[in-house]
């Protein structure tokens, strides 16, 4: 019998990709940069109870972060409305940054990472998990799979894991890539990879579909925190 959960999951994944699809092709619109944010931002909200989500920044010690597309953090948080819909967080109140692209770049990735640094390096925010969330990407399949330690080898035409060089500041890759809303369309680019806790320069590679389901699963662990 099939997982009722799954085509509720798939749906929703297809539906979430197809308004940012549909947003891209509107060039008139003024707010497209935060377009996919707005659109995952409203998803979330939706799905999870227990958890809050706000834009903003975090201020430990009194230094303010960068600004984060989107704050994943305790119910209970102390709220701190700073500009329009923006918002500053006490680190002990957030759980996780999520970065959100549209259409991502290899140089988004070079970006995030480096941003995210920041994080790391200040103790007060070290427990945050950091991902990076894209709908589309125009980084080629090998390329993508290569920067998270995967590269393909002509001789098994599969690819296989290689420890980075140096560890990625970011914990979760996610991304929903399809060329167009046709159902028979490649999804060889929808894939999910997790830094392994055993090793902080390796990934584990997650392509089960819908990508999202895992992903909300990820989340809701956070509620438990």
């Known amino acids: 019998m099939e997982d009722i959960t799954k085509v509720y999951d798939e749906y929703s994944e297809q539906i979430m990709f197809c308004k940012y699809f549909i947003a891209e092709r509107l060039k008139h619109n003024p707010e497209m940069g935060r377009c996919g944010e707005n659109i995952l931002l409203n998803e979330l909200k939706e799905r999870f109870g227990m958890l809050e989500f706000v834009s903003g ?37 957030c759980l996780m940054i999520i970065e959100v692209k549209g259409n991502m770049t290899l140089n988004d990735i070079t970006i995030t990472n480096k941003k995210n640094h920041y994080f790391k390096e200040q103790d007060g925010t070290k427990h945050i998990q950091l991902a990076l969330f894209a709908f589309k990407t125009r980084v080629a399949k090998k390329t993508l799979f290569s920067e998270f330690g995967f590269n393909y080898s002509r001789d098994i035409k599969s690819y296989s894991q290689k420890k980075l060089k140096e560890e990625k500041q970011i914990d ?23 830094k392994d806790k055993q090793d902080n320069k390796q990934y584990i590679f997650d392509n089960n579909y819908p990508v999202t389901q895992n992903f909300f699963f990820y989340l809701q662990s956070l509620q438990e925190i």
């Open 57 to 93: 920044f975090i201020v430990c010690s009194g230094n303010q972060s960068p600004q984060c597309d989107i704050l994943v953090c305790r119910k209970n948080m102390y709220k701190r409305k700073f500009e329009g819909e923006l918002y500053l967080v006490n680190p002990l109140d």
């Open 172 to 194: 979760l890759f996610i991304c929903l890539h399809r060329d167009s809303l046709s159902e028979n369309v490649s999804r060889d680019k929808q894939i999910m990879f997790i």
